[in-house]
């Protein structure tokens, strides 16, 4: 199995930045993929950003196009989402999320989610 562990949420003011980390154990297949989704109260979770373990493509949902980066980097079995111009809107927990397979057998992980606050 794959345990995710996210951390880095907190309260910022709009307009500043924060990196969440998600870290993984075990071992994500190489041709899966890592994403960030979040929800906030009364909503449906919503894609943030999604890459792929090999770390050779990514994709950004449009909340995230343009503010947002997601990344793998050393140590490699960590993603981070790098959150830039904050808005009052983007106040969620966010959540990790990893899907895969491992050969034929599919797998679906969430993290727990960390709290992001945004101030105005």
């Known amino acids: 199995q794959v345990q995710l562990a996210e951390s880095g949420g907190g309260l910022v003011e709009a307009g500043n930045s924060l990196e969440l980390s998600c870290e993984a154990s075990g071992r994500p297949s190489s041709s899966g993929a890592m994403a960030w989704f979040r929800q906030s109260p009364g909503k449906e979770r919503e894609f943030v950003a999604s890459?792929?373990?090999?770390?050779?493509?990514?994709w950004l949902g449009d909340s995230a196009k343009g503010r947002f980066a997601i990344s793998r980097r050393p140590p490699m079995n960590t993603v981070y989402l790098q959150m830039n111009a904050l808005k009052p809107e983007d106040t969620a927990v966010y959540y990790c999320?990893?899907?895969?397979?491992?050969?034929?057998?599919?797998?679906?992980?969430w993290g727990q989610g960390t709290q992001v606050t945004v101030s105005s």
């Open positions: 890459i792929s373990v090999s770390g050779g493509n990514n």
């Open positions: 999320h990893a899907n895969g397979k491992w050969g034929n057998a599919p797998y679906d992980f």
